[in-house]
């Protein structure tokens, strides 16, 4: 509680703050005059001035020199000099969207964050998805970790919960930050790769440090390519605090569950949607808002006593661990949806700027040194990147709160501050803007009084030391076709790195500590001695399995939402393309009618049917099934089109539903493909209900063997 006493005059927190609760609909409403519409208007210089000429420049005579007085074209060019801005030295790709966020009732009993007390209310969000490694303009589909930063907009400021799509980090320790960076970006050399971490200096760096095994194997595994942004978890990864009205703190880890299920691609399709669509993930994610198909997290908590802090068996304040969710499980606490996408990529997701330090009341930090390290990095990084420390004022980083204080001046500044006392305590303004004590509710921000009473070192503590564990329960709880994800992975990016002493490391002393069959595997397809034991002794965890680690029990159930391409030509029996397309409509899912061209065709009755696009224009990779309807001639074209054919085999190869109608079965043959729980055949009801749950389990997973057999 803060020892001094307010001057005279009515504390903020009964006053103006309660006005301003009820005005967040109205604050909204005015940050409006930021969104620009030049619809009806005169085009005009920056300062005002009505343009009459933009194409030409002023000039001594129309084969003249060029003026220096246009002062027109001076600021024109002037200002397009300056458009970009440094892009983020990590997460530089990224795409945002608007969207708001609901409590399902008062958890004032765990936090007095006011936007997780009343149901009533709904907090305005922006969330902004990143890749981690590669520059603004690098592929969507690429292995790496995704940011998943989320910026709320509460009452009593904003709250930032910058996490990924993964539950761990790399590195324990912020201090090691800057050299993991710089071990997984580009090479400095010949900045490659782009988008990519297979390549020496990254796994150099990760097999000299055994803390980065556990997110490593993370990485390696699907999660690293997610079907689309809206089938990602999300972590806040640190431990955090909740504190109460009473001040009772309690530790918290933060998990985002997608309503669309978690998923991923296969890595073929990954690498081909990253030169056939490299927007793939930010074009699913606008046009499903576009849709109408809202992307929608719950947002939920590990609830961990402060009693309970030392009763596991690795460390609450280590960032390279989960609590496994059967030991601890995650407690629903609201709703996030995403309904609105920018109006402007510049404006909003690229100067959006996320700081981990932007918490509210009733939500603190605890001692995790890598969260600690992140405290300090991200303000510093926007004073750079935003051009001073006045970022709070760029429309997409405003609090809807209010934000009056003493700081002044500076680049960019945007407020005309009022009144003379810039300073606190102040009589000449009347001792305005005042000090809010900590209260129950609507108080001042409080830190949670810990006590710490301990000696100043640069050590690592003890409980840190464990690397292993967890990546072998990770390992563990994975299907087999995950398992073998993983292995081809490691298998993939090491057959990348040039330096054999660095693949022979990952092996026997990273890998071999996890699992000696996955290091074995690995180290055959690397043409390595397989290793027989590890190089450290590791205390297994004593749960066994983890099956909320398995993405295969993450599944949304059902097929809202996706994607079904329908195959056809002239001569396609219409009747049936119109059955499918009304059966998966009411299962929300989307058809998209791909003819040869994207001329429309006849139908064997005669009729014109519009085609949405081409088989070319729209490959298979940007579906999630494929159909093709009956009618002798369209199969006959079909099977003698090589675009059509590759398109069923892909779709094949990457697991993918298929319902081919019985007079397509010459189709098969042609491509030698046979029967499977998702390669269905026929026309009737039942062949289209089957189809729709192959759908919904997402792929085809025991057909995998029988795919690595056909040509890619
Ligand atoms: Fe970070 C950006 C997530 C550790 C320093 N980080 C950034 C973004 C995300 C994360 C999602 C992009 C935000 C956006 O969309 O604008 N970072 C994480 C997570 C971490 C983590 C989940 C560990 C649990 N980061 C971390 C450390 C440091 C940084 C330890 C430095 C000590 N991160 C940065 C940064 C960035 C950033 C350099 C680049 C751009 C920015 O901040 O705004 O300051």
């Not at 967040?24 to 009806?40: H, I, M, P, V």
């Not at 945007?414 to 803007?433: C, L, V």
């Not at 074995?520 to 205390?539: E, I, Y």
């Not at 069923?648 to 079965?665: P, T, V």
């Amino acid at each position: 509680m803060s020892n001094k006493t307010p001057p005279a005059g009515k504390s903020e927190a009964a006053g103006t703050d309660t006005l301003d609760r009820q005005n967040t609909n109205a604050k909204l409403e005015s940050l409006e005059q930021f969104r620009a519409d030049g619809t009806g208007q005169a085009l005009r210089t920056n300062h005002g001035v009505k343009i009459s000429d933009n194409q030409n420049t002023l000039k001594a005579g129309p084969r003249g020199p060029s003026l220096l007085e246009d002062f027109i074209m001076r600021e024109k060019i002037t200002h397009f000099d300056h458009e970009r801005i440094p892009e983020r030295i990590v997460h530089a790709r990224g795409t945002a969207a608007h969207g708001f966020f609901e409590t399902y009732e008062d958890h004032s009993a765990l936090t007095k964050a006011g936007f997780l007390r009343d149901p009533s209310k709904k907090t305005p969000v922006f969330v902004r998805f990143s890749t981690v490694q590669g520059p603004r303009g690098s592929g969507d589909t690429v292995r790496d970790v995704r940011g998943f930063a989320v910026k709320l907009y509460t009452d009593e400021g904003n709250f930032d919960l910058v996490g990924n799509n993964m539950p761990i980090f790399f590195i324990q320790d912020a201090i090691k930050f800057p050299d993991f960076v710089h071990a997984v970006k580009p090479e400095p050399h010949n900045e490659i790769p782009t988008g990519g971490s297979a390549h020496d200096t990254f796994w150099d760096f990760v097999s000299l440090v055994p803390e980065s095994a556990h997110m490593v194997l993370w990485t390696m595994s699907d999660r690293a390519i997610p079907k689309s942004l809206r089938t990602m978890q999300g972590f806040g990864i640190h431990t955090f605090r909740f504190v109460n009205g009473e001040g009772k703190g309690t530790f918290v880890k933060f998990h985002w569950k997608p309503k669309f299920g978690t998923c991923s691609l296969v890595w073929d399709e990954a690498q081909k949607l990253a030169g056939k669509d490299t927007d793939f993930h930010r074009r699913d994610l606008w046009e499903s808002i576009e849709m109408g198909d809202y992307p929608e997290w719950e947002l939920g908590v590990q609830i961990v006593p402060e009693e309970d802090e030392h009763k596991f068996e690795f460390d609450l304040l280590d960032p390279t661990k989960i609590i496994p969710e059967e030991l601890v499980p995650v407690t629903p606490l609201g709703r996030m949806v995403l309904d609105r996408n920018p109006d402007n990529y510049f404006a909003e997701t690229e100067q959006v700027a996320f700081c981990p330090g932007h918490i509210v009341p009733g939500i603190d930090f605890s001692n995790d040194p890598l969260l600690q390290g992140r405290l300090f990095s991200y303000t510093d990084t926007q004073i750079s990147r935003l051009g001073g420390p006045n970022f709070h004022e760029i429309p997409i980083n405003r609090p809807i709160a209010p934000n009056h204080n003493g700081q002044r001046d500076a680049q960019h500044r945007t407020r005309i501050d009022k009144g003379r006392a810039s300073y606190e305590p102040n009589s000449i303004d009347g001792g305005w803007p005042k000090e809010t004590p900590s209260a129950p509710i609507d108080g001042g921000f409080e830190t949670y009084p810990e006590r710490v009473d301990a000696h100043k070192v640069r050590e690592r503590s003890e409980s840190f030391s464990d690397h292993f564990s967890q990546a072998t329960l990770f390992f563990n709880s994975m299907s087999h076709a995950e398992k073998e994800h993983i292995i081809a992975a490691y298998s993939f990016e090491l057959g990348k790195v040039e330096r054999e002493y660095i693949r022979a490391r990952q092996v026997n002393e990273i890998l071999a500590n996890i699992d000696l069959e996955l290091a074995s595997r690995v180290a055959a397809n690397l043409g390595l001695p397989a290793p027989t034991k590890g190089t450290v002794s590791v205390k297994p965890s004593s749960l066994k399995e983890s099956p909320a680690l398995s993405q295969m029990n993450l599944l949304s159930g059902d097929i809202k939402s996706r994607k079904v391409a329908i195959l056809v030509a002239n001569g396609v029996d219409g009747k049936a393309v119109a059955a499918l397309q009304k059966a998966l409509k009411a299962e929300g899912a989307h058809a998209k009618v791909l003819g040869p061209t994207s001329a429309p065709v006849k139908t064997a009755d005669g009729q014109t049917l519009a085609v949405d696009a081409s088989q070319e224009g729209l490959p298979s990779v940007a579906f999630d099934a494929v159909w093709v309807p009956g009618g002798a001639d369209s199969i006959k074209a079909l099977s003698a089109d090589g675009v059509a054919l590759h398109y069923l085999l892909e779709a094949y190869k990457h697991l993918k539903a298929i319902g081919i109608s019985k007079d397509g079965k010459a189709l098969l043959e042609a491509l030698r493909l046979k029967e499977d729980a998702g390669l269905l055949v026929g026309d009737d009801d039942s062949t289209i209900k089957a189809f729709i749950a192959a759908i919904a389990k997402h792929r085809v997973w025991d057909r995998e063997p029988a795919a690595k057999a056909i040509p890619a």
